[in-house]
């Protein structure tokens, strides 16, 4: 087998490519997306900090997922059109309801500036937010788990930029 990026010659069970550090990426770990299920899901979560369960209260199944930095996530897997939907949700916000015409303007400042998730505000005080990642023609762990990681870092620079962080503290 040979490396992608430099073409060194690999061994079959090699990782990662001992010259560039390329991931070698096996049939094992490539999946098409009805191959995808919500454990595989949670097995690449974890890899990169969060503790989950799968979850199903009358309807489909759900990650509920825990994070010891960063804020829960709800994931949903749309197999049907190829689609993971991770949400973040923070109830009861402080100081956040549709009278506070600065939470509003972050909100939409959030909106207007994000390339990966859409802001929303429910019942009045609570902000919450979701992303699409689209799982392609085929997706490896290791490139599911870093367009999941690029989303979360794209959601807190986001809100850092957007004026929600006194909301959300």
Not at 9 to 23: H, K
Not at 46 to 61: A, L
Not at 127 to 146: C, D, H, K, P, V
């Amino acid at each position: 087998m040979q490396c992608t990026r430099c073409g060194l010659d690999v061994p079959d069970d090699a990782s990662f490519c001992m010259s560039c550090g390329l991931r070698i990426e096996t049939p094992s770990t490539i999946r098409r997306p009805e191959d995808i299920d919500l454990d595989w899901v949670l097995k690449c979560m974890v890899s990169i900090g969060y503790d989950g369960e799968i979850t199903e209260i009358e309807g489909p199944k759900f990650i509920t997922a825990r994070h010891e930095k960063h804020p829960n996530l709800i994931v949903e897997l749309r197999s049907n059109v190829g689609l993971v939907v991770p949400r973040l949700y923070y109830p009861s916000v402080s100081g956040a309801d549709l009278s506070n015409i600065e939470f509003l303007r972050a909100v939409n400042s959030f909106n207007a500036t994000s390339l990966w998730w859409t802001g929303w505000v429910a019942d009045d005080s609570d902000f919450g937010a979701n992303t699409e990642i689209a799982l392609g023609t085929t997706m490896s762990e290791a490139r599911f788990t870093q367009l999941l990681s690029n989303a979360l870092d794209g959601f807190f620079g986001n809100v850092e930029s957007s004026g929600l962080v006194p909301f959300l503290r």
